[in-house]
């Protein structure tokens, strides 16, 4: 199990960017995909990136791919989430989560593949 906490969040303009932080305890991080989720209200909890144990290999959703890039930092416990060209359909509580496992990450979109959450960051975009 790894405990998971998120920063970063905030409100920005539409265009703008935020990087999001996860931070993680646990001495065996290196050996857990890291994913980011979000949720807007009154929605379903969604995919938005996800980065395999190394940080060699990442996957977005088509909602983001190209303006999100997700990231991880095995010697100081952290994945982190880079956020650009911002729109206001952004907005939303967004969630870092944890799985140990050796499923591809491609297969790795449904928040009910992972075990560990952290509490979520609030990010809104205004136009």
């Known amino acids: 199990q790894v405990q998971l906490v998120e920063s970063g969040g905030g409100l920005v303009q539409t265009g703008g960017s935020l990087r999001l932080s996860c931070a993680a305890s646990g001495r065996t991080f290196s050996t857990y995909v890291m994913g980011w989720f979000r949720q807007a209200p009154g929605k379903e909890r969604e995919f938005v990136a996800v980065?395999?144990?190394?940080?060699?290999?990442?996957y977005y959703a088509n909602s983001v791919k190209g303006r999100f890039t997700i990231s991880r930092d095995n010697a100081k416990n952290t994945a982190s989430l880079q956020m650009d060209s911002l729109r206001p359909e952004d907005t939303a509580v967004y969630y870092c989560a944890a799985v140990a496992t050796p499923t591809p990450i491609v297969l790795l979109t449904t928040h009910r593949r992972y075990n560990d959450w952290g509490q979520g960051t609030q990010v809104t975009v205004y136009s």
């Open positions: 980065v395999n144990p190394s940080g060699g290999s990442t």
